[in-house]
């Protein structure tokens, strides 16, 4: 600093900070006084730069917020060559289904968000009615629950384009309108079966597909993108698909937005057909028997194995090993309310494999039996855990006290990049109506042991009573030994890798 003259007032001192020259105060040395105000006015120079430094990044934040709610509240407009009125807006995805062409990636629509459910049943493929407010679970509230309904078709909303709504009912194939009333009656279930009966539902989508003015395979890319969109929110407003099913949708828009531009309009159909079907017996048909193999070579001879639930994977696995000549046992342990363990438990026992069925409730006595523990998984996560039916976690913990192995069977398409740590923030809610019991189970029910089978009945009058119908689980990394893929046998902590080699294929 310049040297200033004693007896300088504020101002000087300023100019001398600013780097202003005195040279004819030049030469004296400052007081104590000055030397105090100086510091002062240094300190307080960097405090007022700080705050400049805050406010400009506050209203570059909040200039960045209202950009990008502006970006999501603008129409999103697919300008086709040509194309028909129809093909002018793309349908967006229904309440609760994220974004499903991006597998398990997308943001999820909050049910427990009121302004914005409104705004996304203005432009939902189907209008479903969801269970009340004061009915829901707290913790399960931004989850879709809807009610038991009688016609969902008669419920398919009219589809927004610009600002005019207007009817249209040839939006939705009846072939993919067929397929969603029989995943919302569960008259479908199990992952392979869904993804197998989505992508041919597509296929006959992509073959009947017919516009005047479609030219090219880029002219048959476009409009197949842009028919797809509304069928895939109606079948995800039908029940939320699983992450195998996202990875499948996200895998055909690929192949869809690459068609060789060499090909006429049927041979790009027919190219799409011809890949969907190598997808289905590569991903899925194959996949199970290589699993089915590597899990019957784990299964030694006079072991119990204990099975939950119904896989497909784990079915054909137990089935290749009896055919192979080992002899075993299996322990079915089923649970309310699907009861799925006793189509596994007609299966086995059809093929002459010894079965013991149990409900989970009895878990704990039978486990000390049990040599190994064989489940099915809807999805393997990043951080290695698993999502499968609910139930599944609680076998896997029960396994553990016991000292028990736990081999989960999957194929690689249900490999996902996302990562969770528990089933609150990500799961699906099936009807609550389901937890009570039937007139038909109720008269093979002794009435002397259970005088009050009918007290979930109305459950709806009851002003603090609410039900809860999981349909999944997580069971952590941590409780599984092995995982049996068609690849081989992998530790849970294998998952990204998977993923990282076979992104390529834009399979997971």
């Keep these: 600093f310049v040297m200033a003259e004693a007896g300088a007032d504020l101002k000087k001192i300023e100019t001398l900070l600013d780097g202003g020259a005195a040279p004819a105060e030049a030469g004296k040395e400052l007081t104590k006084a000055e030397r105090a105000s100086l510091f002062k006015l240094q300190n307080q120079a960097k405090i007022d730069a700080k705050k400049a430094e805050k406010e400009k990044e506050k209203v570059g934040k909040a200039e960045r917020a209202a950009a990008a709610q502006e970006a999501q509240r603008a129409p999103k407009v697919v300008a086709s060559k040509g194309g028909d009125a129809s093909a002018s807006a793309a349908a967006p995805a229904a309440p609760g289904s994220g974004e499903a062409g991006k597998g398990s990636g997308g943001l999820k629509l909050q049910h427990d968000d009121e302004k914005a459910m409104a705004r996304a049943r203005k432009s939902a493929a189907l209008q479903r009615t969801e269970v009340v407010s ?34 249209q009912d040839n939006d939705i194939h009846p072939a993919v309108l067929t397929l969603g009333l029989k995943f919302a009656d ?14 041919r539902a597509f296929c006959k989508v992509i073959m009947d597909y017919q516009s005047p003015d479609m030219h090219t395979t880029a002219d048959l890319s476009r409009n197949l993108d842009v028919r797809l969109k509304p069928m895939i929110s109606y079948i995800v407003a039908c029940r939320p698909i699983s992450i195998g099913m996202g990875n499948a949708i996200r895998w055909l828009k690929s192949k869809i937005a690459h068609l060789p531009s060499n090909l006429s309009i049927q041979e790009g159909k027919e190219y799409l057909q011809d890949q969907v079907e190598n997808y289905i017996m590569e991903k899925i048909v194959f996949a199970d028997r290589i699993i089915a193999k590597n899990a019957a070579a784990k299964i030694s001879a006079h072991d119990v194995v204990l099975v939950y639930g119904r896989s497909s994977a784990v079915e054909a696995g137990l089935l290749r090993a ?12 089923d649970s309310r309310p699907k009861f799925e363990g006793k189509q596994v438990l007609a299966s086995l026992s059809a093929a002459g494999v010894s079965c013991t069925y149990i409900m989970i409730n009895s878990l704990s006595y039978v486990m000390k039996e049990v040599s190994k523990v064989l489940l099915g998984a809807s999805a393997m996560l990043a951080n290695g855990n698993v999502i499968s039916r609910v139930g599944s976690s609680m076998v896997a913990i029960m396994a553990r006290q016991y000292n028990v192995p736990v081999l989960v069977c999957c194929e690689t398409y249900k490999f996902s990049e996302k990562v969770m740590l528990d089933s609150i923030c990500s799961n699906e809610l099936s009807d609550p109506d389901e937890l009570v ?6 008269s093979e029910i002794t009435h002397r042991c259970c005088p009050f089978e009918r007290s979930l009945a109305d459950w709806r009058d009851v002003k603090d009573m609410k039900l809860l119908n ?26 990204p890798v998977v993923i990282r080699e076979y992104r390529k294929e834009v399979t997971l």
């Excluded at 019991?437 to 109720?442: D, F, G, H, I, R």
């Design 470 to 495: 999981l349909v999944y689980d997580l069971t952590p990394s941590d409780l599984i030994v092995l995982v049996v893929t068609e690849l081989g046998y992998l530790p849970p902590s294998s998952v």
């Design 134 to 167: 004061s009915k829901k679970v707290p913790w399960f509230s931004h989850l879709p629950q809807y009610e038991r309904e009688t016609s969902i078709s008669q419920q398919l909303s009219k589809t927004s384009k610009r600002a005019e709504t207007v009817r």
């Design 437 to 442: 019991c039937s007139e038909a189970a109720l």
């Design 186 to 199: 569960w008259l479908i279930v199990g992952a392979n079966h869904r993804t197998t009966a989505m992508l």
């Design 322 to 333: 009896h055919k192979d000549g080992t002899k075993f046992r299996v322990i079915v342990v």
